[in-house]
């Protein structure tokens, strides 16, 4: 009867060997997003750059389910024949909840996110002083990639269903509210649109 119970105890933990890939219920994660991009028009002797991060963080209140928040900051700036036209700097803020839905394996976890939050940002290079206010909401894709049991690899296609609304103030000039809805992945030449992200996550 021992050698029995001590086959069935073994043949059990077999049974319930989990990865060390994932999270679990009390983990905490922080993960960050670079973006940059850059384009020159010879015809126009227009040249644009701009960069963002985003760095956001998360609690697992389940193994499945995080609740967080994230911040942002952009910055992009435009030329025309060496002349500044846009010079714009950007912030935001907001919460997120994160559920994990599929395993592709031991490494590969999906994940659905819904955010939303708060954006502003101001243009310090044009003729006006030009000031944008939105508040808005999406629903986000990823797949995190583990390198390790602590470090893994982020992409993902960013506001898949988005609805936004703000409004724009030149000098003392308020604008109407501007109010944008999207559903979709980019179009037929880039699937992707400008919605890919790529970034780290570390696991605590």
């Known amino acids: 009867m021992a050698a029995v119970a001590v086959f069935g105890f073994a043949n059990v933990n077999a049974q319930e060997d989990v990865s060390v890939y994932g999270f679990g219920e009390g983990d905490i994660f922080i993960e960050g997003n670079v973006g ?55 912030f935001g803020a907001g919460v997120f909840a994160r559920y994990y839905f599929l395993d592709l394996g031991k490494r590969f976890k999906t994940y659905t996110e819904l955010g939303a939050g708060y954006a502003s940002a101001k243009d310090k290079g044009g003729v006006f002083d030009e000031k944008f206010d939105a508040f808005g909401a999406g629903l986000d894709l990823g797949i995190n990639y583990f390198v390790t049991e602590k470090i893994a690899l982020t992409f993902g296609l960013k506001d898949i269903l988005s609805f936004s609304s703000g409004k724009t103030k030149v000098g003392d000039v308020k604008g109407e509210a501007v109010t944008n809805f999207n559903f979709g992945f980019g179009d037929v030449a880039n699937p992707f649109g400008g919605n890919a992200a790529f970034g780290i996550l570390f696991k605590i």
């Open 36 to 90: 940059f991009n850059s384009s020159n028009d010879k015809n126009t002797e227009e040249k644009a750059s701009g960069f963002n991060i985003s760095p956001k963080a998360g609690y697992f209140l389940t193994d499945d389910l995080a609740l967080g928040l994230d911040l942002s900051y952009a910055s992009s700036k435009t030329k025309v024949a060496g002349t500044t036209t846009a010079d714009v700097d950007g």
